[in-house]
């Protein structure tokens, strides 16, 4: 017998998910405030206020797991993400279904070294700050035994629809032949990760009461540096070999006063001047999680995007 999942987001992970659910059988309730999403005979796309928990427990009423894989616009994350996850978290505990959160490496801050789940949260930035809260109240609340929650976190994102330093800033010029000015050192080794990965390990953390009152991370595509995806790109499409160099400071300052997302970089440079690399030994050993999807596949979808 098929169970109920509800996904709440439908952008490129959260339509992953919903479909990898739903290919194997299972019924979900795709949850978006225009109703949005992939189309299948087991998807049942809704519009609803996902920050609203009394309507979304509804909506969530039997289901095995509430899977979150929305977010507000980057630059709005403290004044738009609270509320979002407090609906959430709400409308698991009135429901009793599993709580899974995709999140990322933010909360950690700077490290020196791999990224593994047993580090503690120390943000150094405002949108750190908000995640760590996010899974802190989580955490909490599956203390108390209000909730089971679980948060999968996933580096930058490759694949069809990904939307990711690399996809905005790199992706675009090369396959247009373009010179890229990237933020950050494009020969520091970097963790990408599949959003066809990151689905895998939210239906998988869904489904394996081990997962609960801890966080995951996703096995990366690759640890490449950005310049060596920005080759493999070009080759793959057939674009002109990529010219790749890093912004300077005032570049960035001057997009940053341009644009509200790209006003949002500069505090997170810290994971991009510098190795920042993600450990999922235990994610691959505990839940059973298949090698991650060749990078050239999910290289192939972003060019196709």
């Given at each position: 017998m098929s169970s109920l999942y509800v996904v709440v987001g439908a952008g490129a992970t959260g339509a992953a998910t919903a479909l990898l659910l739903a290919r194997a059988g299972e019924r979900v309730r795709l949850v978006t405030r225009r109703g949005a999403g992939p189309v299948h005979p087991l998807i049942e796309r809704i519009a609803a206020d996902a920050t609203d928990p009394v309507r979304l427990a509804g909506l969530a009423s039997g289901a095995a797991a509430l899977v979150n894989c929305a977010m507000p616009p980057y630059h709005r994350w403290p004044e738009e993400f609270p509320a979002l996850a407090a609906g959430l978290l709400g409308a698991a505990e009135r429901t009793g279904a599993g709580y899974v959160m995709l999140g990322n490496v933010y909360g950690y801050g700077p490290v020196d070294g791999p990224f593994t789940e047993d580090l503690p949260l120390r943000p150094s930035s405002v949108k750190g700050e908000v995640r760590a809260r996010i899974w802190a109240d989580a955490l909490a609340a599956h203390r108390a035994g209000r909730v089971r929650a679980t948060e999968v976190r996933a580096g930058d994102f490759l694949g069809a629809g990904a939307v990711s330093p690399f996809t905005l800033l790199v992706a675009a010029p090369v396959l247009a032949g373009r010179p890229v000015a990237y933020p950050g050192d494009p020969d520091a080794a970097h963790s990408w990760t599949y959003t066809g990965d990151a689905a895998r390990a939210l239906v998988a953390a869904a489904r394996d009461e081990r997962s609960w009152g801890r966080a995951w991370h996703v096995p990366s595509a690759s640890h490449a540096p950005a310049r060596e995806l920005a080759v493999r790109l070009a080759r793959l499409a057939g674009a002109p070999a990529p010219r790749l160099d890093?912004?300077?400071?005032?570049?960035?300052?001057?997009?940053?006063?341009?644009?509200?997302?790209?006003?949002?970089?500069?505090?997170m440079l810290y994971l991009y001047d510098r190795p920042a690399l993600i450990d999922s030994t235990a994610t691959e050993t505990a839940l059973g999680l298949p090698p991650a999807t060749p990078l050239d596949t999910a290289l192939a979808e972003t060019a196709a995007r």
């Open positions: 890093r912004m300077s400071t005032g570049a960035l300052a001057g997009a940053a006063r341009a644009d509200a997302v790209m006003a949002e970089v500069p505090e």
